[in-house]
T-cell receptor, first 116, second 112 residues
C-alpha cells in the first residue's frame, strides 16, 4: 500500500523566511504525488501535483516541490513566507494505476504558522 | 469554472439519527470520492463511484451507505449516528484516467 509521511506536524517560520515542509512517500513504483492546502474551516485546495513529468513542480501561491526518487521525497518549499500562507498542508499520494478511479491517501498534515 | 458542490454545508444531528449528504460533481466528471476528516486528522477515504458503480471502498462503517445517480451526483447516507461521526465530509470528483481530484468545500457534520 502506498503512503506518505510528513515530518513535523507543526512548523513555524518568520514572515519572509524560507518555507520547507517535508514529505516522504512509500511506494514500490513512483506514484502520483500532491500537496493540498486547507485554510481554517475550509476545503482542500490543490497546490501542485507530480505526475511523472518534470521533477520540479511549480504550484500556486509561489510554492514548488521537487520529486526526488533517490530520496523518495516530495518536499514543499516557498522562498519567502507570507502571513496568508498560514494553513495546514497535506501531502498526498495516489497510485499510478491505469484505471479511472484512484483514491488519494493523505499524510497527517503539517500546520504552518507564520510569525510576523 | 464550476466546482464540486456539497450540501448542506453544515448539519447538526443527534445520536441515533440519520443524515444524508449530497455531492454534485463538476460537469462531465464521472467519478466521485467521499472522504471523512475528523477533528485534527487527515482526510480518510471512505468510498468511490465510477459510472454509478462502486469502484473502491475504504474505511466506511456499515452504518453508512452511498450511491451515485444517473446525473452523477452522489449521496452519502449515514444512519444510527454516533458522536464519533462528527467530522468534515469531503466529496471529490474526477474524470476517468484523470490524475487529480477536485474537492468540494465539505459538509461539517456535528452529532450531539
Amino acid at each position: 500500500a502506498q503512503s506518505v509521511t510528513q515530518l513535523g506536524s507543526h512548523v513555524s517560520v518568520s514572515e519572509g523566511a524560507l518555507v520547507l515542509l517535508r514529505c516522504n512517500y512509500s511506494s514500490s513504483v513512483p506514484p502520483y504525488l500532491f500537496w493540498y492546502v486547507q485554510y481554517p474551516n475550509q476545503g482542500l485546495q490543490l497546490l501542485l501535483k507530480y505526475t511523472s513529468a518534470a521533477t520540479l513542480v511549480k504550484g500556486i501561491n509561489g510554492f514548488e516541490a521537487e520529486f526526488k526518487k533517490s530520496e523518495t521525497s516530495f518536499h514543499l518549499t516557498k522562498p519567502s513566507a507570507h502571513m496568508s500562507d498560514a494553513a495546514e498542508y497535506f501531502c498526498a499520494v495516489s497510485p499510478k494505476a491505469t484505471g479511472g478511479y484512484q483514491k488519494v491517501t493523505f499524510g497527517i498534515g503539517t500546520k504552518l504558522q507564520v510569525i510576523p | 469554472a464550476a466546482g464540486v458542490i456539497q450540501s448542506p454545508r453544515h448539519l447538526i444531528k443527534e445520536k441515533r439519527e440519520t443524515a444524508t449528504l449530497k455531492c454534485y460533481p463538476i460537469p462531465r466528471h464521472d467519478t466521485v470520492y467521499w472522504y471523512q476528516q475528523g477533528p485534527g486528522q487527515d482526510p480518510q477515504f471512505l468510498i468511490s463511484f465510477y459510472e454509478k458503480m462502486q469502484s473502491d471502498k475504504g474505511s466506511i462503517p456499515d452504518r453508512f451507505s452511498a450511491q451515485q445517480f444517473s446525473d452523477y451526483h452522489s449521496e452519502l447516507n449515514m444512519s444510527s449516528l454516533e458522536l464519533g461521526d462528527s467530522a468534515l465530509y469531503f466529496c471529490a470528483s474526477s474524470t476517468q484516467g484523470a490524475r487529480e481530484q477536485y474537492f468540494g468545500p465539505g459538509t461539517r457534520l456535528t452529532v450531539t
